[in-house]
């Protein structure tokens, strides 16, 4: 009899644990396909930050302008933070309704996660500045190099690119969610690039570089036994017309197409 009674607790003992565990574990089992989507929306972050950082290589005061501020936002919220189908096509602005909204980003009351386009911004640097030229975080990698200046090397160090996301609070009249629906999140990520390439118009500059400064190529001094040294090699080699070193020569190096070679324009 005592058998019995005992058997009958332990069967009693064991539902109450796993209603015990139930009620901590089903809420957040609910929640898993909310953090899904909270991981999706912070890739989508960092692939933005990405081709910001990216744009910038391109679009800069080294080698033109800085691409407007509010157009690169424009961008980065038409093409990562709507709806995957959107195409690609310059000045293509996303409008806060649902046709441009990304259908995975929604809580379980079917309210978008981001809920304006304005909640995604980008920021420059380290404070996340709204500046650009804010963006330059300075270093020490150019002080080996003491040409650096007379080549024209920049080195203003690494240069970083901020995408921040405010997103929408979950529903708060859902029990099972709660005290997840007020944690007012918000996702940031980041890309440091080294912005700062050699960059030239074209190979004349190359040349204005490399010989403006006597310090890195003595074109004057090279080009006096220039003569010389070409008729000296041309009496050894003869009679297979070698050339000399063409020393001091630069222009001799341009790397440009004949203009035989270019096809003209239909």
Do not use: C
């Not at 080294?62 to 509010?70: E, F, N, Q, Y």
């Not at 649902?98 to 920021?123: E, M, T």
């Not at 080996?144 to 970083?160: Q, S």
């Amino acid at each position: 009899m005592t058998r019995h009674v005992v058997r009958r607790a332990q069967r009693g003992q064991a539902l109450t644990e796993f209603l015990v565990v139930a009620l901590a574990l089903v809420p957040l089992f609910l929640l898993v396909p909310m953090i899904a989507k909270y991981q999706d929306i912070r890739h989508s972050a960092q692939l933005a930050s990405r081709y910001a950082a990216f744009d910038a290589m391109a679009r800069n005061d080294a080698v033109s302008s800085w691409k407007p501020s509010h157009q690169l936002a424009d961008e980065v919220r038409r093409r990562f933070f709507s709806h995957p189908d959107a195409p690609i096509k310059t000045h293509d602005v996303a409008g806060d309704f649902k046709a441009h909204q990304n259908p995975f980003w929604r809580d379980p009351g079917g309210g978008a996660l981001v809920r304006r386009f304005a909640d995604v911004s980008i920021g420059f640097g380290s404070d996340n500045s709204a500046n650009q030229i804010a963006g330059f975080e300075s270093a020490s990698d150019g002080m080996p190099y003491t040409l650096r200046e007379p080549l024209g090397l920049p080195a203003r160090g690494v240069y970083t690119v901020n995408v921040s996301v405010v997103l929408a609070n979950l529903p708060a009249d859902v029990r099972s969610l709660q005290p997840f629906d007020g944690l007012d999140l918000s996702l940031r990520r980041a890309t440091s690039v080294l912005l700062d390439p050699w960059v030239a118009q074209g190979p004349t500059q190359v040349e204005a570089r490399i010989g403006g400064d006597p310090r890195i190529y003595p074109v004057a001094t090279l080009r006096e036994p220039a003569d010389f040294v070409d008729a000296a090699v041309s009496v050894i080699e003869a009679p297979g017309g070698l050339r000399g070193p063409r020393l001091g020569q630069l222009e001799f190096w341009r790397d440009v197409v004949p203009d035989d070679r270019l096809e003209g324009e239909d």
